[in-house]
T-cell receptor, first 115, second 115 residues
Framework: AQSVTQLGSHVSVSEGALVLLRCNYS??????LFWYVQYPNQGLQLLLK??????LVKGINGFEAEFKKSETSFHLTKPSAHMSDAAEYFC?????????????FGKGTLLTVNP | DAGITQSPRYKITETGRQVTLMCHQT?????MFWYRQDLGHGLRLIYY???????DKGEVPDGYVVSRSKTENFPLTLESATRSQTSVYFC??????????????FGPGTRLTVL
């Protein structure tokens, strides 16, 4: 069975600092990988996805993530944090093949941006 | 308006009452999902549906019932609400059957409190 581990339930950065949110997955074959963002009192919005094209994936709002098969990781980064980036971020994985419609989510990382 | 909507957005009920949460999408997506979000647990899948009249259990189905008579609607019913069902409920939809991968699109959520 697939699983997703997000290291750090809470990450705090200063405005302008690097954002690094960690995600590791467990899967027998390279899966599809997603990062979602949830702003307060809203639903989840897709930030970016990895579907086996380029290993470095660019998303919305200046975020990007790199798929590293050897490390089974898909960490999310942004060079310079903005106050508007404060939100909860979820990493998710889906299988290739028959069950690819189901997502397994990590428990989320709450990002705080300090002025 | 196009998209995925949920109603009501907020609901307070009492233990033992029946509650139905509504979900409607305008994309004609094949798949629809119900999740609950609780602190420390991330998102957990309750039920999903691959098409009209096809539903299946997710990770935490006990105490919930779903139906899908029309492609665009996927109501979730709590037949006899319990305090442990106090949560934020999200509906999501995705792609077409047989797509290579299916990113999910989320509604705004329903915050349910069971007293």
């Amino acid at each position: 069975a697939q699983s997703v581990t997000q290291l750090g339930s809470h990450v705090s950065v200063s405005e302008g600092a690097l954002v690094l949110l960690r995600c590791n997955y467990s899967s027998s074959v390279p899966p599809y990988l997603f990062w979602y963002v949830q702003y307060p009192n809203q639903g989840l919005q897709l930030l970016l996805k990895y579907t086996s094209a380029a290993t470095l994936v660019k998303g919305i709002n200046g975020f990007e993530a790199e798929f590293k098969k050897s490390e089974t990781s898909f960490h999310l980064t942004k060079p310079s944090a903005h106050m508007s980036d404060a939100a909860e971020y979820f990493c998710a994985v889906s299988e290739r093949g028959g069950s690819n419609y189901k997502l397994t989510f990590g428990k989320g990382t709450l990002l705080t941006v300090n002025p | 308006d196009a998209g995925i909507t949920q109603s009501p957005r907020y609901k307070i009920t009492e233990t033992g009452r029946q509650v139905t949460l509504m979900c409607h999408q305008t994309w004609s997506h094949s798949y629809m999902f119900w999740y609950r979000q609780d602190l420390g647990h991330g998102l957990r899948l309750i039920y999903y549906s691959a098409a009209a009249d096809i539903t299946d259990k997710g990770e935490v189905p006990d105490g919930y019932v779903v139906s899908r008579s029309k492609t665009e609607n996927f109501p979730l019913t709590l037949e006899s609400a319990t305090r442990s069902q106090t949560s934020v409920y999200f509906c999501a939809s995705s792609g077409t059957f047989g797509s290579a991968y299916n990113e999910q699109f989320f509604g705004p959520g329903t915050r349910l409190t069971v007293l």
